[in-house]
């Protein structure tokens, strides 16, 4: 069966990683250790999936720019006192690898750092299915459309053979921006009312029904 979508495209953390919760409570950790006044759970997942600039100017509004590294600095003694310990979500594992054994190049496109990344997919034992990959160190910050565009270009497809899959607003409006269909999963950082705002193809609200919508439809 010719595939509709030749090229899929995942978001990381929150979406493959069952790490929102983490980088949320990373995010308020290292506020609190700079006498800054952490941001609510709600608005620290919020900002999950942005490049740091962003994420910080919307979660800390009030901090000068000039704090920005100190909090970064904070963040990643917190996220990698807890970062080997973090796990896939139950069944990511398998689909990726349903979805390569079925030919489709795979991709993804995160607020994670290159180095980061590499970490990751090297910690959950994925790395070898992706074809490529972006980072927030590289492209401007979702959701702005590059990370999809670089992608699609270096892997020879069109937006209309991409798709998206992310747990946040900022995936599926780079997928809005970039011209590519997105799926949304709610078991993330962003809940369901949000992400229906982004109007994807369709919303998830657990991995074993991507699993199935993929399989039936990708």
Same mark, same amino acid.
């Given at each position: 069966m010719e595939q509709k979508y030749p090229l899929i495209v995942f978001d990381w953390d929150g979406t493959l990683m069952d790490s929102a919760g983490t980088i949320a409570a990373c995010i308020q950790a290292a506020c609190v250790d700079l006498g800054i006044d952490p941001p609510d759970e709600r608005t620290a997942r919020h900002v999950i999936g942005l490049g740091l600039h962003d994420a910080l100017s919307a979660a800390v509004p009030g901090v000068p720019e000039s704090q920005y590294q100190l909090i970064a600095e904070r963040y990643r003694y917190h996220y990698l006192a807890q970062d080997n310990g973090l796990l896939l979500f139950p069944g990511a594992y398998e689909m990726v690898v349903e979805?390569?054994?079925?030919? *489709?190049?795979?991709?993804?496109?995160?607020?994670?750092?290159?180095?980061?990344?590499?970490?990751?997919?090297?910690?959950?034992?994925?790395?070898?299915?992706?074809? +490529?990959?972006?980072?927030?160190?590289?492209? #401007?910050?979702?959701?702005?459309?590059?990370?999809?565009?670089?992608?699609?270009?270096?892997?020879?497809?069109? #937006?209309?053979?991409?798709?998206?899959?992310?747990?946040?607003? *900022?995936?599926?409006?780079?997928?809005?921006?970039?011209?590519? +269909?997105?799926?949304?999963?709610?078991?993330?950082?962003? #809940?369901?009312?949000?992400? $229906?705002?982004?109007?994807?193809?369709?919303?998830?609200? $657990?991995?074993?029904?991507?699993?199935?919508?993929?399989?039936?439809?990708?």
């Open positions: 979805l390569s054994e079925a030919r *489709h190049f795979l991709g993804v496109a995160t607020g994670k750092s290159r180095h980061g990344l590499k970490r990751s997919l090297g910690v959950s034992g994925l790395e070898s299915f992706f074809h +490529a990959t972006r980072c927030a160190d590289e492209c #401007p910050s979702k959701p702005a459309p590059n990370m999809l565009l670089e992608l699609m270009d270096e892997l020879g497809v069109t #937006p209309e053979q991409t798709l998206m899959i992310g747990d946040t607003t *900022h995936d599926l409006l780079m997928a809005k921006n970039a011209g590519v +269909a997105s799926l949304g999963v709610s078991y993330g950082a962003h #809940p369901r009312d949000v992400l $229906e705002e982004a109007q994807p193809l369709a919303l998830f609200e $657990e991995l074993h029904q991507l699993k199935a919508w993929l399989k039936q439809n990708g």
